[in-house]
């Protein structure tokens, strides 16, 4: 689109004709979320990233777009577009940086989801619309100080009172925190050793009682707000609770949905990388010769392409199995767990390729590089998904 | 506001062209095709003045193979009503394109019928000025700022160190240049739409011509460049070189 004014277009890596396996909508979706990329994204996100702020302006254009809540149902407003369109949406924004994929990753699959799978008709038809058009900005707050690959052990409480419930706690690096309208809290409604009891609120940002802190000194996914959240005596009415939570299941069963799109995600800013590295090797004469006609960046531009390879059709087959609704919380596991590792040694690996030049803004490698230091830690950690994948071959649990 | 854009499938403007075998034609394999992107502001245009007049149809019609259809459907994504694929091989001569184009645009009761100043792959510039004049309607080409007034049309031209404003009647032709808009992009929600939108396809036969294209060769492979000095100092060097090996000075 619009190629006269494009600044400069990224065409995807594609070694093995994956688009063949397309839909042709599937592919116009990717091509439309790629265009805004270069045309709204690129332009600022490195000085947004230097400076550590999210490009709050592009979220009027994300929502005009359709990215928030894209796999959910029309009638609330949203795209209604299938898992793999999904998946191929949140590529390309972690193409841009992985702080806009993870606003949306937040928008749509930690915040509009829950509501979508847990609320009451009336807290659907009221939120879903309002999320989709961007009118309202959530956040998602589960992780607390001291639990954080372990959640189920969380002491935010709810108590229910004779009109309503209150809220106290703290939640720690929770995306869009600050910045949020609203926000899917988690609580224990009953024992602090009962994590069957965890159910889900919508909270109003502007409820006495909630604050949100930015978290300093972030060198990762700079251009995301990331906040402390204190909920002191939240006083809220009865129908703020989502009344189909329940249990820590809950809470998992939205990590799955964003895991899920974290696969796709680490998958396009492994193609940028790649994409930088391959261009700056034919380009930088060293010795007479460019870099890319030696044998050492050879190799790495081969690992690279093979591993971004494998991943996409891993990750095809992952979008497939879900639209067929077959697909388990493990094979996400083993996807987001492959994906992120594989885009973490991409991105280092084209840094190392780009010699010094490769330590600035103006290239994307280390950005991605730092970036996906939080992609591989948040949303179970690295660690975490072996431990998944290894209770679901072994049947004996090891966390 | 009825109106029509004419839209042509052409291979993405950053696609390493590779000629065909008979060195007439590009080979297509692993090509990304794309709308012919002046004909996007013509799209912009025929949405946006839809819009704005409250009420009206916007169609698209390509000449094409079945592969059009895609990039019919990238059109009503963006927003445009319905689509007309022309289903037939095209030809070089714009004549006989314009010739195909005026027989399906006649008495279909357009107010403007929109093309692209140019197509990024063959550069003719004819078909729009030619569909113009089969239908015996005026043409304004190369438009690059539009404004309407009770049926009557008022475009600016960028011509070579100026603007040339220029008036006609409706209905007319009109051909895009960039600058007159920003294209939108198709929007998740219309591209879900383009799906129920209706396209129909119109088998055609376009004749020959008389313009046939004899050969088709890539632009020379450009020499890497080469740094002379730096600052004031590479001055006479630079000068001397444009001089004996460029010879331009
Ligand atoms: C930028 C950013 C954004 C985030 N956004 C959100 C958000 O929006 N909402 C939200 O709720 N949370 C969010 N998080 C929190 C994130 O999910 C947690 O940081 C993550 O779950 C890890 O928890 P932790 O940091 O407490 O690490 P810990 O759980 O303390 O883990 C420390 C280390 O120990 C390892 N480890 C832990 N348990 C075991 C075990 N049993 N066996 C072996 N090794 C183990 C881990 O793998 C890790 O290497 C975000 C985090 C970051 C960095």
Same mark, same amino acid.
């Given at each position: 689109?619009?190629?006269?004014?494009?600044?400069?277009?990224?065409?995807?890596?594609?070694?093995?004709?994956?688009?063949?396996?397309?839909?042709?909508?599937?592919?116009?979706?990717?091509?439309?979320?790629?265009?805004? #990329? /270069?045309?709204?994204?690129?332009?600022?996100? *490195?000085?947004?990233?230097?400076?550590?702020?999210?490009?709050?302006?592009?979220?009027?254009?994300?929502?005009?777009?359709?990215?928030?809540?894209?796999?959910?149902?029309?009638?609330?407003?949203?795209?209604?577009?299938?898992?793999?369109?999904? *998946?191929?949406?949140?590529?390309?924004?972690?193409?841009? /940086?992985?702080?806009?994929?993870?606003?949306?990753?937040?928008?749509?699959?930690?915040?509009?989801?829950?509501?979508?799978?847990?609320?009451?008709?009336?807290?659907?038809?009221?939120?879903?619309?309002? =999320?989709?058009?961007?009118?309202?900005?959530?956040?998602?707050?589960?992780?607390?100080?001291?639990?954080?690959?372990?959640?189920?052990?969380?002491?935010?409480?709810?108590?229910?009172?004779?009109?309503?419930?209150?809220?106290?706690?703290?939640?720690?690096?929770?995306?869009?925190?600050?910045?949020?309208?609203?926000?899917?809290?988690?609580?224990?409604?009953?024992?602090?050793?009962?994590?069957?009891?965890? $159910?889900?609120?919508?909270?109003?940002?502007?409820?006495?009682?909630?604050?949100?802190?930015? &978290?300093?000194?972030?060198?990762?996914?700079?251009?995301?707000?990331?906040?402390?959240?204190?909920?002191?005596?939240?006083?809220?009415?009865?129908?703020?609770?989502?009344?189909?939570?329940?249990? =820590?299941?809950?809470?998992?069963?939205?990590?799955? &949905?964003? $895991?899920? *799109?974290?696969?796709?995600?680490?998958?396009?800013?492994?193609?940028?990388?790649?994409?930088?590295?391959?261009?700056?090797?034919?380009?930088?004469?060293?010795?007479?010769?460019?870099?890319?006609?030696?044998?050492?960046?050879?190799?790495?531009?081969?690992?690279?392409?093979?591993? %971004?390879?494998?991943?996409?059709?891993?990750?095809?087959?992952?979008?497939?199995?879900?639209?067929?609704?077959?697909?388990?919380?493990?094979?996400?596991? =083993?996807?987001?767990?492959?994906?992120?590792?594989?885009?973490?040694?991409?991105?280092?690996?084209?840094?190392?390729?780009?010699?010094?030049?490769?330590?600035?803004?103006?290239?994307?490698?280390?950005?991605?590089?730092?970036?996906?230091?939080?992609?591989?830690?948040?949303?179970?950690?690295?660690?975490?998904?072996?431990?998944?994948?290894? &209770?679901?071959?072994?049947?004996?649990?090891?966390? | 506001?009825?109106?029509?854009?004419?839209?042509? +499938?052409?291979?993405?403007?950053?696609?390493?062209?590779?000629?065909?075998?008979?060195?007439?034609? %590009?080979?297509?394999?692993?090509?990304?095709?794309?709308?012919?992107?002046?004909?996007?502001?013509?799209?912009?245009?025929?949405?946006?003045?839809?819009? $704005?007049?409250?009420?009206?149809?916007? #169609?698209?019609?390509?000449?094409?193979?079945?592969?059009?259809?895609?990039?019919?459907?990238?059109?009503?994504?963006?927003?445009?009503?319905?689509?007309?694929?022309?289903?037939?091989?095209?030809?070089? /001569?714009?004549?006989?394109?314009?010739?195909?184009?005026?027989?399906?645009?006649?008495?279909?009761?357009?107010?403007?019928?929109?093309?692209?100043?140019?197509?990024?792959?063959?550069?003719?510039?004819?078909?729009?000025?030619?569909?113009?004049?089969?239908?015996?309607?005026?043409?304004?080409?190369?438009?690059?700022?539009?404004?309407?007034?009770?049926?009557?049309?008022?475009?600016?031209?960028?011509?070579?160190?100026?603007?040339?404003?220029?008036?006609?009647?409706?209905?007319?032709?009109?051909?895009? /240049?960039?600058?007159?808009?920003?294209? +939108?992009?198709?929007?998740?929600?219309?591209?879900?739409?383009?799906?129920?939108?209706?396209?129909?396809? +119109?088998?055609?036969?376009?004749?020959?011509?008389?313009?046939?294209?004899?050969?088709?060769?890539?632009?020379?492979?450009?020499?890497?460049?080469?740094?002379?000095?730096? *600052?004031?100092?590479?001055?006479?060097?630079?000068?001397?070189?444009? $001089?004996?090996?460029?010879?331009?000075?």
């Amino acid at each position: 689109m619009a190629t006269a004014t494009a600044t400069s277009k990224f065409s995807g890596v594609d070694f093995y004709n994956i688009d063949s396996l397309l839909s042709e909508d599937e592919r116009a979706v990717r091509d439309t979320v790629r265009s805004w #990329v /270069d045309e709204h994204l690129m332009p600022v996100i *490195g000085e947004c990233y230097i400076e550590g702020k999210f490009p709050k302006q592009l979220i009027p254009g994300m929502a005009e777009l359709g990215l928030f809540g894209a796999n959910l149902p029309e009638e609330y407003g949203c795209a209604g577009l299938n898992n793999v369109a999904y *998946g191929l949406i949140m590529q390309e924004l972690e193409r841009g /940086d992985s702080g806009i994929r993870s606003f949306a990753s937040v928008q749509g699959g930690l915040v509009m989801y829950p509501i979508f799978a847990f609320g009451s008709d009336a807290q659907k038809t009221y939120w879903l619309p309002r =999320l989709a058009s961007g009118q309202e900005i959530g956040c998602f707050g589960l992780t607390e100080p001291d639990y954080g690959s372990n959640p189920g052990g969380m002491i935010t409480t709810a108590r229910e009172t004779k009109d309503g419930w209150v809220l106290n706690g703290t939640k720690m690096w929770i995306t869009n925190g600050s910045q949020a309208t609203v926000a899917v809290i988690w609580a224990k409604t009953g024992e602090l050793s009962d994590s069957k009891s965890i $159910r889900g609120f919508i909270v109003p940002t502007s409820t006495k009682g909630y604050t949100a802190k930015d &978290q300093k000194g972030k060198l990762s996914l700079r251009a995301s707000d990331t906040s402390e959240i204190h909920l002191e005596d939240v006083h809220l009415p009865k129908d703020a609770i989502l009344p189909k939570s329940g249990g =820590l299941k809950s809470p998992l069963n939205c990590l799955t &949905q964003a $895991r899920y *799109g974290i696969s796709w995600g680490a998958i396009g800013a492994a193609m940028a990388c790649y994409d930088e590295a391959a261009s700056y090797a034919k380009s930088r004469v060293m010795f007479g010769k460019p870099i890319g006609q030696t044998q050492i960046q050879q190799v790495r531009l081969a690992d690279m392409l093979t591993e %971004i390879t494998k991943a996409q059709l891993l990750t095809l087959q992952l979008g497939r199995l879900k639209d067929a609704k077959t697909m388990t919380p493990s094979q996400v596991s =083993l996807a987001k767990r492959n994906n992120v590792n594989m885009a973490t040694e991409c991105a280092r690996e084209a840094r190392r390729l780009l010699g010094a030049n490769g330590i600035l803004v103006e290239y994307h490698s280390m950005r991605h590089m730092a970036n996906l230091e939080s992609v591989y830690t948040y949303e179970g950690t690295h660690d975490m998904h072996a431990l998944i994948l290894g &209770q679901e071959i072994t049947g004996l649990s090891a966390f | 506001m009825k109106v029509a854009v004419c839209l042509k +499938r052409v291979p993405d403007t950053t696609t390493k062209i590779v000629i065909g075998s008979d060195g007439k034609s %590009i080979d297509e394999n692993g090509v990304k095709f794309v709308p012919n992107p002046y004909d996007e502001y013509a799209l912009e245009e025929a949405i946006a003045l839809k819009e $704005r007049a409250g009420a009206g149809e916007t #169609v698209v019609y390509s000449l094409g193979g079945d592969s059009s259809q895609e990039t019919i459907r990238t059109a009503l994504a963006m927003g445009i009503d319905r689509g007309v694929l022309l289903q037939g091989a095209g030809s070089a /001569d714009g004549f006989e394109v314009a010739k195909t184009f005026a027989a399906e645009l006649k008495g279909g009761g357009f107010d403007l019928v929109l093309f692209g100043k140019l197509a990024v792959d063959d550069y003719n510039m004819q078909v729009g000025p030619m569909t113009a004049e089969l239908l015996g309607v005026p043409c304004i080409t190369t438009v690059a700022h539009l404004t309407l007034a009770n049926g009557a049309i008022e475009a600016e031209r960028e011509i070579e160190g100026g603007i040339e404003v220029c008036t006609c009647s409706m209905p007319a032709v009109l051909t895009i /240049d960039k600058g007159l808009n920003t294209p +939108r992009l198709p929007s998740l929600k219309g591209i879900m739409a383009a799906k129920k939108k209706p396209l129909e396809v +119109r088998p055609v036969h376009v004749g020959v011509g008389t313009l046939m294209v004899s050969s088709l060769t890539l632009p020379p492979e450009r020499l890497a460049g080469r740094i002379v000095g730096e *600052g004031p100092d590479a001055v006479p060097a630079l000068v001397s070189l444009l $001089r004996t090996e460029a010879k331009v000075l």
